[in-house]
């Protein structure tokens, strides 16, 4: 009887949390932000240096650490505190952990994003707008962050293509795919399958794997970023499971698709057939249903230091990610209906992420340079009526601005220590290009990333841990319109 009972307590609970939520969002107090980024973007560094400025924003004797923040300075924000998050089945963001990590002696940057997960804030502020205003000297807005893999959005275009579209597709990807030591290995083993024969388990499963590894090495060792199945590279919950042991098959034509297409369903062909379809229905469905459709504003962080840094074939990639990604989000102004039965994503934040990494004179070219990057993404949003805006941002600061003389006149530069040696350097990383690289770039590439350690910690009296660069600018853009 008792275990009904926890049984019993537990469903309670959680339809509880689900009614409050519900009526959260129908008085307009909830917002669902998600973050998301390819890989290397600092999506959970973000998260947990925004989450550090909220818990101590407002004015303190050290100042206020988000000036920008309209409700920070006009003092109306009492506080924010983390409180339970409503869906008891998605796991918690682990902020605490992130902290750690940066608080370490020899600090290191927080685990990268595996899985989704989020946390809850309470905001608690003055309204001075509205019915609000008028009958409470103090209100909440709960704010729910939401971190997922953006190489699961990877994925979603996959949902307009049946298994011959989809290999077809990466087809046009051979150059790309090629590139990896194991791409002959894997061309090796998938022509030896026997498509019209029965299907072997363990054999789908060892070019399965040997597709996995390809995909990884594309990414990890030749920093490409539009590898599909995205759950290849992040696996999740399906890790080791039959519905995610299945590849293209790159050397058939589209007469050869045509007749597979008619064997038997116990067929090799047929079996990645079906696995393509289940992963559609199993894996890139729910995911999109029960989390994405669900999102009120999206912030999308672009790393776009890194693909310069490595050449034309892997920005021209990040770019082809980033539209793919793009395509698959659902804009559109919310009203109460929207939000409470088909919510539509509203607001539209794309971030440089790292501008900390290069000197302040070239800031305002990498916001140049990402406004282009995502003009055609951008277009398309506003045209669906979604507000959409662009930020060079750094959550967490590690680097310090300084100047050099030179032989001529004085350089700016940045000082940090490496994350690499772990020595302090002083450098002028280069120019970076205003508007999309053309061939002369490409050529006289004189760009130099580094990836910077995390910032030495030392206990403050007050205010935030970490300087940040432009976090009261995006709070504004992302939510002060809810706290007004």
Same mark, same amino acid.
């Given at each position: 009887m008792s275990r009904i009972n926890r049984s019993f307590s537990k469903i309670t609970q959680s339809v509880s949390n689900k009614t409050l939520s519900f009526a959260h969002r129908a008085s307009d107090r909830n917002i669902r932000l998600a973050v998301t980024g390819l890989s290397g973007a600092g999506k959970t560094a973000f998260i947990t240096g925004l989450v550090n400025q909220l818990l101590n924003a407002g004015v303190t004797t050290q100042g206020n650490n988000l000036p920008l923040w309209q409700v920070t300075r006009e003092e109306r924000l009492f506080g924010v505190k983390r409180t339970l998050q409503p869906d008891l089945t998605v796991a918690s963001f682990d902020y605490e952990l992130g902290m750690s990590s940066l608080k370490q002696t020899q600090p290191q940057w927080p685990a990268s994003t595996r899985n989704i997960s989020e946390l809850r804030l309470t905001l608690r502020y003055q309204p001075v707008k509205g019915l609000l205003a008028k009958v409470t000297e103090s209100a909440n807005l709960y704010l729910d962050i939401i971190d997922y893999p953006g190489e699961w959005l990877l994925d979603l275009p996959m949902l307009k293509q049946n298994y011959q579209q989809w290999s077809h597709s990466q087809v046009q990807r051979k150059s790309i795919l090629s590139r990896s030591q194991y791409y002959d290995a894997f061309c090796t083993e998938s022509a030896a399958l026997k498509l019209e024969g029965a299907a072997d388990e363990a054999q789908l499963k060892r070019i399965a794997d040997i597709y996995q590894t390809l995909l990884l090495d594309c990414v990890n060792q030749h920093g490409f970023y539009y590898v599909q199945p995205g759950r290849l590279l992040l696996p999740g919950e399906f890790a080791g499971s039959p519905v995610l042991a299945f590849y293209p098959l790159l050397s058939l034509s589209i007469e050869e698709h045509e007749r597979l297409d008619r064997l038997d369903a116990s067929s090799t062909y047929q079996v990645l057939k079906t696995r393509f379809k289940e992963y559609q229905?199993?894996?890139? #469905?729910?995911?999109?249903? %029960?989390?994405?459709? !669900? &999102?009120?504003?999206?912030?999308?962080?672009?790393?776009?230091?890194?693909?310069?840094?490595?050449?034309?074939?892997?920005?021209?990639?990040?770019? *082809?990610?980033?539209?793919?990604?793009? %395509? +698959? &989000?659902?804009?559109?102004?919310?009203?109460?209906?929207? #939000?409470?039965?088909?919510? #539509?994503? =509203?607001?539209?934040? &794309?971030?440089?992420?790292?501008? =900390?990494?290069?000197? #302040?004179?070239?800031?305002?070219?990498?916001?140049?340079?990402?406004?282009?990057?995502?003009?055609? +993404? *951008?277009? *398309?949003?506003?045209?669906?009526?979604? %507000?959409?805006?662009?930020?060079?941002? +750094?959550?967490?600061?590690? !680097?310090?601005?300084?100047?050099?003389?030179?032989?001529?006149?004085?350089?700016?530069?940045?000082?940090?220590?490496?994350?690499?040696?772990?020595? +302090?350097?002083?450098?002028?990383?280069? %120019?970076?290009?205003?508007?999309?690289?053309n061939s002369t770039f490409w050529d006289n590439q004189g760009f130099e990333f580094m990836n910077f350690a995390p910032p030495s910690y030392s206990p403050k009296s007050g205010g935030a841990d970490f300087e940040h660069i432009r976090l009261d600018h995006l709070l504004q853009f992302l939510l002060g319109d809810k706290l007004s």
């Open positions: 229905d199993k894996v890139i #469905r729910p995911f999109y249903k %029960e989390y994405f459709s !669900t &999102f009120d504003r999206q912030l999308l962080l672009v790393d776009c230091f890194t693909p310069l840094n490595r050449g034309k074939a892997q920005f021209d990639d990040m770019t *082809q990610a980033l539209n793919g990604i793009m %395509e +698959s &989000f659902k804009f559109g102004q919310s009203n109460l209906l929207k #939000r409470l039965f088909s919510p #539509r994503i =509203d607001k539209l934040l &794309f971030a440089a992420s790292k501008v =900390d990494h290069i000197t #302040r004179d070239q800031q305002s070219n990498v916001l140049s340079l990402l406004t282009e990057l995502v003009k055609q +993404s *951008q277009s *398309q949003a506003k045209f669906e009526g979604c %507000e959409v805006e662009t930020m060079a941002i +750094s959550a967490i600061k590690a !680097t310090q601005h300084g100047m050099i003389k030179s032989a001529k006149n004085e350089v700016e530069v940045v000082k940090g220590i490496s994350l690499d040696t772990q020595q +302090s350097v002083t450098l002028f990383p280069g %120019e970076v290009p205003k508007s999309l690289p």
